[in-house]
Structure formats: structure tokens, C-alpha cells
């Protein structure tokens, strides 16, 4: 009988003879990955790479984190439920009690709690069909660079280009107006309020307006909170839903649980995802005040709608926001890593940067992008994982783990400088 240690080592040339031309991260990241703890990777040589990527920002919690793996292993040893479409589970209720307790109640939050299906996309197309079931209007207003999913209404308020491509149709029911600070120094609140108020500009009244608070893949733009006050302002003077994005700024990534809570304002329906699942898992939620629930049942629906393992690791998650202390070490962090894009700005003047982001979700946006493209690909041969963003790739971004320590975070940021030396140099 063969051992683990028997088995052959997999190569990259399995992925290129068996997998479709569609993969993506498997080319960013050229190795085998094998095994993961914390913030800390290793491929099937050993080598060992600190992660700035997180899963995209599934990982908040980090890789493998004890808690949650000890339940989840517990869990499966009792054959307890794992698969359940949206049929009535230990494990779904005590997540909804305590999602109430720790996160609704503390922040005066009036929202039913849907799942919707297991990834982003799906708490997006909820929450447009919601908008435009309560509303009875068509028209989704979404933002320049802003990112929302791979489905078809996802793609549709999505303004990626070439991601917009891939729909194979045109894309409908969506207006697009400029983020904030889209054009430099000029604010697009006026604008905007000037299209809805004027009944010729072409621009229907809508059901909703979606929005990020920090556009990930559009470049790490973070939104102000005047701009985003103004923004729901404008939705009530209109009565437009407002959708808030937090499939990646959520779940603590810039500070607090949910990103809009220091801009003090209350979105209609909310989108979660990504670390929602606490260990990875696929899970994702879509928050709607309670007034606009008005689903009809099965109206919307799917099979991995209730990924009771998800449920367990997300439980456990959230025993980090029963108190500040968490919030506070991330803004620690944040800090650091803050002080670290001014040093590589101020340092590296040759890379004519700007700064990018809020929180743990920051960037160092290049004049060039192939700049950015070249600093990632050296990183990763040093010995770290990051990715670019923004519409050229012209950002290369931090995403760690928030549990990163202290030293993770130091580490990581020499093998930046010194790829940014070696990019620079070459």
C-alpha cells in the first residue's frame, strides 16, 4: 500500500495538459501549493511564501486557523448535517443567533439574513432582484472601476472591460457614473443628483445604486465618507435602494466588521461573502431590511445555499467581533502597512506612485502598470504572494490575513522593498 510520502509530486504541466485556458492565479503563482498555517504558504519544494493575497480576501481569519478546524473536524466525526439546501439545521441557527447578537444588535441593524448561494456573485443578483422586485423599476446605477461578480447581471453593473467581454450578450439595465475622486479633485455627487433630477438626461429612475466603500479589483479606491453620506442621501431624496458591496471590504477588512460603519450610514441591502465563510468555505449572505423582504418562497433559491460546514467555521468567526479588541489590532496593522506605502512612495520616487485603499486593503498604484506586473512576479519569486488591480493592473496590493503578527507584516514588506530594488535596478 502506497504512503502520502509514495505519491508522486504533482507538476504545473498537469494544470496546463488537463485545465482550461480560463484558470488565472495558477499563472501568477507558477507552483504547486501543499500545505498553509496562518499566513504562511508552502509549495511541493518547501519553499515557503508569505501571503498578501488571502484568497482574494476569502482568508481573513487565515489559513487553517485551530479554532475553526477543531469544530469543523469535530463536527464531521458526529455526521452531522454538511448539505441542506435551506431545510432547518443545528448548525444554520446557532449562526443566525449569534450573526443577531454580535453583529445586527451591537449596530442597531434591521436586516433579514438571506443565503442566497455560495460565492459574490450570487448575493449580488439577490440583492439587484430584490431592488427591482421592491421598486418596480429596471435601472441599476453602479460605478466606474467597480467590480461585482462573474453572472450575468453581476458582469452587468461591472465596469471592467474585458470581464464584461466574457458575457457573450449585451449587458442592459445598467447606468454608469463616476466613483469618487474618479476625475482628480472633482466630485461626482452633483453630477449624479443633476442627472436624476432632469427628466431628459436619459437616465431612468432607479431601483438601486450598488457601490463598494474600497473598489478591490478596480484599483483599491477608497470612497470617502462625505462622498458616501452624499450617496445615501441621494438614494432617500430619490427613494433608490442602496446596495452595499462588502463581498471583499467586509468582514473586518478595513477596520470594522462591516467597511461603511465609520461613514455612519445604513444601507438598504448589504452583500457578503468572501471571509464570511470564516475557513474559506463558500458562503455568502445578503442582508435586506426587514420592510423590502418580500420574497415569495423559492423565489430564490439554490442548491449550496446552506453549506453547514461554512456555517460552523462562520460561527467561530465571529466570536472575533464579540468584542473591540480585534478592530483595534487590525487598525494597528493598518497603520503600519499605512506608513509602509508612504515609505516605498516617498522612497522609490521612480515608480511615480500614489496611495491607494483603507485599512488592511491597501495599494501602491504605478504610473506604469507593467511596473506594478513586474514587482508582483519578483515577489513571488522571493518568496511572497500578491496580486495587481485597477484597470491596467497598475496597483500592486496588500491583502493579508488579518491575523498576520507583527513580524509576518515586517516580512513581507522587505521582500516588496527589495523587489521593488530589483525591478527598479533591471
Not at 439587484?128 to 453593473?157: C, D, E, Q, Y
Not at 463598494?212 to 470612497?223: D, K, L, S
Not at 432617500?236 to 465609520?262: H, M, N, Y
Not at 516580512?411 to 527589495?418: A, N, P, S, T, W
Request: aromatic share 10%.
Amino acid at each position: 500500500m502506497s504512503t502520502t510520502t509514495d505519491k508522486p509530486v504533482i507538476a504545473m504541466d498537469v494544470f496546463e495538459q488537463y485545465e482550461s485556458k480560463v484558470r488565472s492565479y495558477s499563472r501568477s503563482f507558477p507552483t504547486v501549493f501543499k500545505k498553509a498555517k496562518g499566513h504562511t504558504l508552502w509549495d511541493v519544494n518547501d519553499k515557503e511564501y508569505i501571503d498578501f493575497f488571502a484568497g482574494a480576501g476569502a482568508l481573513n481569519y487565515g489559513h487553517n486557523n485551530d479554532k475553526m478546524k477543531n469544530l469543523l473536524i469535530k463536527y464531521l466525526e458526529e455526521d452531522a448535517i454538511t448539505h441542506s439546501l435551506d431545510m432547518a439545521t443545528v448548525a444554520r441557527g446557532e449562526f443566525l443567533k449569534k450573526f443577531d447578537e454580535v453583529i445586527l444588535k451591537p449596530r442597531n441593524l434591521d436586516y433579514k439574513v438571506m443565503f442566497p448561494g455560495p460565492t459574490g456573485t450570487n448575493t449580488v443578483e439577490s440583492a439587484l432582484k430584490i431592488a427591482r422586485k421592491v421598486t418596480g423599476r429596471n435601472t441599476v446605477i453602479s460605478f466606474t472601476n467597480g467590480f461585482h461578480g462573474m453572472t450575468i447581471g453581476s458582469l452587468s453593473v461591472t465596469g471592467n472591460a474585458s470581464k464584461r467581454g466574457g458575457a457573450g450578450i449585451p449587458l442592459n439595465n445598467s447606468v454608469f457614473m463616476p466613483f469618487d475622486n474618479y476625475v482628480e479633485n472633482t466630485s461626482s455627487i452633483e453630477y449624479i443628483e443633476a442627472f436624476l433630477e432632469n427628466s431628459s438626461s436619459g437616465v431612468d429612475l432607479p431601483a438601486a445604486m450598488i457601490l463598494e466603500t474600497v473598489q478591490g479589483e478596480g484599483g483599491i479606491n477608497a470612497a470617502s465618507y462625505d462622498w458616501l453620506r452624499n450617496m445615501e442621501k441621494i438614494c432617500r431624496k430619490f427613494d433608490i435602494l442602496l446596495i452595499v458591496d462588502d463581498v471583499q471590504a467586509g468582514c473586518g477588512r478595513t477596520g470594522t466588521f462591516f467597511s461603511f460603519e465609520p461613514a455612519g450610514i445604513t444601507p438598504d441591502i448589504v452583500c457578503l461573502s468572501k471571509s464570511i465563510g470564516g475557513y474559506g468555505l463558500p458562503m455568502a449572505l445578503t442582508l435586506i431590511k426587514s420592510e423590502y423582504d418580500i420574497w415569495a418562497p423559492g423565489e430564490h433559491n439554490g442548491t449550496f445555499r446552506g453549506n453547514n460546514l461554512a456555517f460552523i467555521a462562520a460561527t467561530e468567526a465571529l466570536t472575533y467581533w464579540e468584542t473591540n479588541k480585534f478592530s483595534q489590532e487590525i487598525s494597528k496593522k493598518a497603520e503600519m502597512m499605512s506608513s509602509f506605502v508612504d515609505f516605498i512612495i516617498h522612497e522609490y520616487s521612480e515608480l511615480n506612485a500614489t496611495k491607494r485603499g483603507r485599512g488592511l486593503m491597501q495599494g501602491v498604484a504605478c504610473e506604469k502598470a507593467e511596473i506594478s506586473e513586474r514587482i508582483c512576479e519578483e515577489a513571488f519569486k522571493r518568496g511572497l504572494l500578491m496580486e495587481t488591480s485597477g484597470p491596467e493592473g497598475e496597483v500592486f496590493k496588500f491583502l493579508p490575513p488579518l491575523t498576520i503578527d507583527q513580524a509576518g507584516l515586517e516580512k513581507g514588506f522587505q521582500i516588496v522593498e527589495d523587489s521593488i530594488k530589483s525591478v527598479l535596478n533591471n
